[in-house]
């Protein structure tokens, strides 16, 4: 089964940074499409970011000039570098991939991690 797994959340002071890293489990041979997104209590699922395959990020306004997308495609790993957190920052954040291939040619569509979560507080 084809899985995202985040890594990289916690607890940090307002102003503080965290790095996020999104990897495929098992013999994953690409991602397409992969964004972050997160969740705070009560709210909905909301996008923070996407990257294009070459490179091209995409932001929500409110992380816009604070957080960087990025991607290594030799290691099929999504980061998420959050710069002067703020304590509305803190929610789930999920990592989504368009579709994920693995090695053999069996593609998923649409697949989210379990989360990882980030509590931005003094």
């Known amino acids: 089964q084809v899985q995202l797994v985040e890594s990289g959340g916690g607890l940090v002071q307002p102003g503080g940074s965290l790095r996020l890293s999104c990897a495929g489990s098992g013999s994953i041979f690409s991602i397409n499409g992969p964004g972050w997104y997160h969740q705070a209590p009560g709210k909905e699922r909301e996008l923070v970011a996407t990257?294009?395959?070459?490179?091209?990020?995409n932001y929500a306004d409110s992380v816009k000039g604070r957080f960087t997308i990025s991607r290594d495609n030799a290691k099929n790993t999504v980061y998420l570098q959050m710069n002067s957190l703020k304590p509305e920052d803190t929610a789930v954040y999920y990592c989504?991939?368009?579709?994920?291939?693995?090695?053999?040619?069996?593609?998923?569509?649409?697949?989210w991690g379990q989360g990882t979560l980030v509590t931005v507080s003094s």
């Open positions: 989504h991939a368009d579709k994920v291939t693995v090695t053999g040619g069996y593609r998923s569509f649409g697949v």
């Open positions: 990257i294009t395959s070459g490179g091209h990020p």
